[in-house]
């Protein structure tokens, strides 16, 4: 197995194995937000003057814009103006980024995560086993502000699939991407979403031609390294008509005292027949036990399924950030298109999440799934909130929800905020929810038999989250469970 | 050469419940186990028998408060549950608790796996433990495909204590302490149940018996009955013990 990012995050054990930092000179604008700063960016990246317009038009609405507070989250204001926009590791800042022209420096960094950024290491932990069939991952990589390498990109050209930082894509693509950029999350969506339009530093596209499947899993991992600064990435993904792609991200970012602000939108295109899979696996330092540091994770997913019997599944496996806010969402447009979205979202300590999901029936005959997990230890709290609508168009549309909570100990929270528009008499929309919590006989139990209590709980919570598991890619469902372990380190006791 | 005991309880008092409200319920027990005995232990509701089992077994909530347990010449009171459970002693609950989504064959494995481990063992080989369990499935006459569903979830009162004698012959521990596992059962579940824990029984093993009803006994013959009243053995005897007290009831002796 190549791609074990996940595994190697978790391996050390004890702590947050992936909090520390990369020396890299780095090229970092001072903290602020200006319309100089947003002109600094796109200069910098060298971007066509449609887009420098884009971003500043966005400025202009983020400013008259105010930070959602309807959440169920607490946490001090952030101040914008205190953040740097920009980070690139200097090495990076111009030339052309072939594989033998990166950092060693940071090359050492994702060696030390886990990720594979010699194609070479990828295949060579390779072993040829048919029931391993996607255990080669391309993989894009986000350190800071810039997309630093991507692997496998003649394989995947072979293939006719684009997979490159969206930086580049602007300039090789222009048409796809002044087509869909923003057509899934409008500038103005909300807040966050607004900002990031306005300041996105890099972040992957991807294009499947008509009828491809793609030949391999596509990821993106992101990593956080520089103080003060703020990650705003940016990930488009297109499926031409009657194609297929799997995706996963992956995030982390060292330990650092302070908070640092995480704000990614992501948007998918689904055309007809087409098919997403986007499974994410995030792991943000969540903060130490006291809540001290950590990020704050404000992230805007949305797919939109724009052709009949189109589908986009989501899958979230998130176990970092000390504050999660996001709620990856399925517009169904077309007719017969499907919507799923997998959760499991595990907060410990002083972490809080308020996460969930959208989906919005537009089609016929269209159907939406929700399974959404809950787990709450420590002082921490979790909210599920979702919305099904279904709009008048959509006759016949059909929705299960199903959410569950787990509490362990008695400190924590959970909560749940399901919200259903029904605007059409023939929709079926089905709703089931529970808590529970890990009862001390159930511990015992597992005690008695020589389970010690920390297996326990860890056994206990991946049996809870096993339908999500499911959901994942192969090879990541094997370290989420991992990673909920380690997350959980301190849970009983 | 004498005989080194199984289980000894030397004058063993415990209480039950927090600092604030805990209450006495061992009051000065004593036991002695050697290996290839059967014990059983009977005694009037509130006598403390499922407190021996909580106390021997580490559960949270119990406090030795005088007196030792000696498992194998090993003393109990510093280990954590489950390293009581690696030192091989295992408690048939009473009441069997419900883990969804965790599977039998799961539960199984990672118990095997800790077991193993704690001894420095290797891990059973996965298609021979399967095989193994699946055999022991049948002997007790439940359906292999409940080693698909989570732990005890959606069981009969029978199939949970079924659940825990095919644990019991799997875990093969030193000493095993059942718990009222007859309650609940029809006949023709206590006569599985029963042969089970006959199967289980050889010479280097011990066996604990708690119960209420002499039938259990009938099943199951002890090599000891002991009377429990008010957190003390108040007397021992034979099997015959047994049928006296199923005759004249608990009120002769207290």
């Known amino acids: 197995m190549s791609q074990s990012s996940v595994d190697d995050l978790v391996e050390a054990g004890r702590e947050y194995s992936a909090g520390f930092v990369t020396d890299v000179e780095t090229d970092t604008l001072p903290p602020g937000l200006n319309e100089d700063v947003i002109r600094f960016i796109s200069q910098r990246k060298d971007e066509p003057e449609w887009l420098t317009e884009w971003r500043l038009n966005a400025f202009q609405q983020w400013q008259a814009m105010t930070e959602p507070k309807w959440p169920h989250l607490h946490y001090p204001e952030v101040d914008f103006q205190s953040i740097s926009y920009y980070s690139a590791p200097k090495s990076q800042a111009d030339g052309p980024r072939s594989l033998d022209e990166v950092d060693p420096e940071l090359l050492r960094t994702y060696e030390k995560l886990g990720i594979p950024l010699h194609e070479q290491a990828a295949l060579a932990g390779v072993v040829p086993d048919p029931d391993q069939p996607s255990s080669n991952v391309a993989v894009d990589v986000v350190f800071d502000s810039v997309s630093i390498a991507t692997t496998f990109k003649q394989k995947l050209a072979d293939a006719g699939v684009i997979f490159c930082p969206i930086s580049e894509a602007v300039k090789t693509h222009p048409e796809l991407v002044q087509k869909y950029l923003g057509s899934v999350v409008p500038q103005r969506d909300n807040f966050y979403a607004a900002l990031n339009s306005a300041v996105f530093s890099d972040g992957s596209f991807v294009y499947i031609p008509k009828g491809v499947r793609c030949p391999m899993e596509l990821s993106t991992y992101f990593r956080i390294n520089e103080r003060n600064t703020g990650q705003f990435e940016r990930t488009l993904i297109i499926a031409d008509a009657g194609s297929h792609v799997s995706y996963l991200e992956g995030c982390t970012a060292p330990m650092r005292d302070e908070n640092q602000l995480h704000a990614a939108v992501v948007e998918l295109v689904a055309l007809e027949d087409a098919e997403i899979k986007y499974s994410t696996v995030q792991n943000w330092y969540p903060g130490d036990e006291n809540g001290k540091g950590g990020i704050y994770n404000f992230v805007t997913k949305r797919g939109l399924c724009a052709g009949a019997r189109a589908k986009i599944s989501w899958t979230q496996v998130e176990t970092g950030s000390a504050i999660t806010w996001k709620y990856p969402s399925v517009v169904l447009r077309g007719d017969d298109s499907i919507g799923e979205f997998y959760s499991v979202a595990l907060t410990n300590n002083r972490q809080q999440a308020d996460t969930g999901t959208k989906m919005i029936h537009m089609g016929k005959n269209t159907r939406s799934t929700i399974v959404a997990k809950g787990i709450s230890a420590g002082r921490s709290d979790s909210s599920y909130r979702g919305l099904v609508r279904i709009t008048p168009t959509a006759s016949q549309a059909r929705n299960f929800t199903q959410c569950d909570s787990l509490l362990i100990g008695d400190l924590c929270g959970a909560h749940t905020f399901p919200y259903i528009e029904s605007k059409n008499n023939s929709a079926i929309i089905e709703h089931e929810a529970s808590t529970s919590k890990v009862s001390d006989d159930q511990l015992f139990a597992c005690q008695q038999r020589g389970i010690d209590a920390e297996k326990a709980v860890s056994m206990i919570v991946n049996g809870f989250c096993k339908e999500v598991f499911r959901e994942l890619p192969m090879e990541f469902a094997v370290e989420a469970g991992k990673l909920l372990e380690v997350s959980l380190e301190g849970a009983v006791g | ?254």
Request: net charge negative; glycine share 10%.
């Open chain 2, 1 to 254: 050469m004498t005989q080194q005991s199984l289980l000894e309880d030397s004058n063993l008092h415990a209480d039950v419940g927090s600092d604030a409200d805990s209450k006495a319920i061992l009051k000065g027990l004593n036991l002695t186990i050697n290996p290839g005995e059967v014990h059983a232990i009977m005694g009037p509701n509130g006598s403390g028998k499922s407190t021996l089992a909580n106390v021997l077994s580490g559960r949270p909530g119990y406090t030795v408060t005088q007196g030792h347990v000696l498992l194998d010449q090993e003393a109990l009171a510093d280990l954590e549950p489950h390293e009581r459970a690696q030192a091989g002693l295992f408690l048939a609950f009473q009441y069997p608790v419900e883990i969804p989504g965790v599977s039998n064959m799961e539960f199984l494995k990672a118990s095997m796996d800790s077991l193993a481990k704690a001894h420095n063992a290797e891990q059973p080989d996965a298609a021979g433990f399967i095989r193994q369990v699946r055999t022991l499935a049948e002997s007790l006459d439940l359906d292999p495909q409940f080693l698909k569903r989570g732990v005890n979830e959606g069981f009969s009162g029978g199939e949970k204590k079924r659940n825990e004698i095919l644990q019991l012959l799997l875990l093969n521990p030193k000493m095993a302490i059942l718990d009222e596992t007859d309650s609940g059962l029809d006949i023709d579940a206590l006569q599985t149940v029963a042969e089970g824990v006959n199967r289980f029984r050889n010479d280097g093993n011990g066996v604990l018996l708690i119960t209420h009803y002499q039938r259990l006994l009938d099943y199951i013959v002890p090599d000891f009955v002991h009377v429990l009243a008010d957190g003390q053995i108040i007397q021992s005897g034979d099997k015959n013990l047994a049928l006296e007290l199923e005759a004249k009831g608990y009120t002769w002796l207290t």
